[in-house]
């Protein structure tokens, strides 16, 4: 009974894969410029998305190191730069996303201490609440726990191919969350599989 229990409140879980794209380190003298998220059930259905380009911040700038870097990447700058929305307009409509899933929305990234810190800030100053709360999900960490090894040296290129779905990563906010996203449910699929969880779905 008490691992029955322990299953229902997991399946109520949906994994909300977040990526941004911004420019600068830190929300507030900087902005994020796009951001998007793919909300995933264990058993990796993609329940929905949502993604939002932004207006910049009044009175932020680029940090140089960040703007020599997007120079680098014409394409997602062109696209995290069309059809702009208000902060205000795209994090109100986003919060009332999160709370109409089917579940309870657990924050998913790669790194989650960047996007996390981003969002966390936008749903705050812009609607006063953040329905994740304070805790957020990083892959990175997991990939570490899974694997057994230090944390800087679990990199993407060290992990194993059959965790990475053939996806894109190209710096697009929704394609990069989509694809992180199935990432994480490979791991977590093959996890609680090596713990002796019945297979999801």
Not at 42 to 53: E, G, M, P, R, Y
Not at 111 to 127: E, K, M, N, Q, V
Not at 180 to 189: D, E, V
């Amino acid at each position: 009974m008490k691992v029955q229990c322990v299953s229902q409140v997991f399946m109520a879980e949906i994994y909300v894969s977040t990526d941004i794209e911004a420019d600068g380190p830190i929300p507030g003298p900087h902005s994020m410029l796009s951001f998007a998220s793919a909300a995933y059930q264990a058993d990796k259905t993609l329940v929905d998305t949502f993604s939002a380009n932004l207006e910049l911040l009044e009175g932020a700038s680029g940090h140089p190191k960040t703007m020599a870097w997007w120079q680098t990447q014409p394409v997602a700058w062109e696209a995290c730069r069309s059809d702009l929305q208000p902060p205000e307009q795209a994090m109100r409509a986003y919060s009332d996303w999160l709370k109409a899933l089917p579940g309870k929305p657990v924050f998913v990234a790669y790194p989650a201490g960047f996007d996390f810190t981003f969002i966390s800030w936008y749903l705050y100053r812009f609607t006063g609440d953040n329905p994740f709360s304070f805790a957020a999900l990083d892959i990175k960490s997991f990939a570490m726990a899974m694997l057994k090894t230090d944390f800087r040296s679990t990199v993407k290129n060290k992990m194993p191919g059959r965790w990475f779905d053939p996806l894109p990563h190209t710096h697009i906010a929704l394609e990069d969350a989509i694809e992180q996203g199935a990432l994480f449910c490979n791991m977590l699929s093959e996890n609680r599989a090596a713990a002796g969880y019945p297979p999801v779905g």
